[in-house]
DNA sequence: CAGATGTATCGATGGATGTCAATATGTAGA
DNA sequence: TCTACATATTGACATCCATCGATACATCTG
């Protein structure tokens, strides 16, 4: 610790930073961006893993595996409605899930 | 595809995903986070390895380790003066990296 | 109740990732 | 040139993760 660049030792509790790093790794994987995506943008806002199987070519297991990885990380809700159970962008989702969306959108 | 969700086969171009989550995948690790923490916090917005491995807690590799992470992930930039090396925020970074510090910062 | 359909869970597997010790590279000063 | 110090790279290792097939669970319909 020899440079004077006025680091400090506690810039952001490690807890705190475990906390936010667990959302960040619930939306760093490119399969899970292309649900939110289609998710997003189906008419209804809604889907269910039998329409995403399709588009991202993966088997039904590793799809619900994605959804659940998503609930957990409260960027989506789901809801059963008969055999089906609709996932929706949650509604208190995580700040940095509109970032990545607009991303995705546009393109960039 | 029994659901009429409405949701379209390519809502999300795979590439564009894939270049997205690799920027996320740069973020979403906890000692990522704290160091960008520190950096953008110290004095003169900038930090060198010497002076994140002590509050890390990680040896010396390790943070190099995570310096080239973030710099090829185009997130920070790195400048060689002497015999150390500073690293600050790169003015091009991505967008989500703003979101991400202002979360950081604001401790939610 | 029995069959069909949508979803979740389990177990296994190949690949990615975070970490460190050892070592190499680069830089300043005597 | 030799030494000290900051950083980068290498190799090894343990762990995590995305994926699939097989299977269990849930719901609707005859």
Chains 1, 2 share one sequence.
């Not at 590793?62 to 055999?83: N, P």
Request: glycine share 8%; hydrophobic share 45%.
């Amino acid at each position: 610790m020899q440079c004077d660049c006025g680091a400090s030792v506690e810039a952001v509790d490690a807890a705190h930073a475990e906390h936010v790093a667990k959302t960040l790794k619930a939306l760093a994987d490119p399969n899970r961006l292309r649900i939110l995506a289609l998710v997003s943008s189906s008419e209804s806002g809604e889907a269910c893993v039998c329409d995403l199987t399709g588009p991202l070519g993966l088997s039904q297991p590793t799809v619900s595996h994605h959804m659940r990885i998503l609930r957990e990380a409260g960027i989506v809700e789901s809801d059963r409605r008969g055999k089906w159970v609709h996932f929706r962008i949650a509604a208190e989702a995580p700040a940095e899930v509109g970032a990545v969306l607009d991303r995705l959108a546009v393109g960039v």
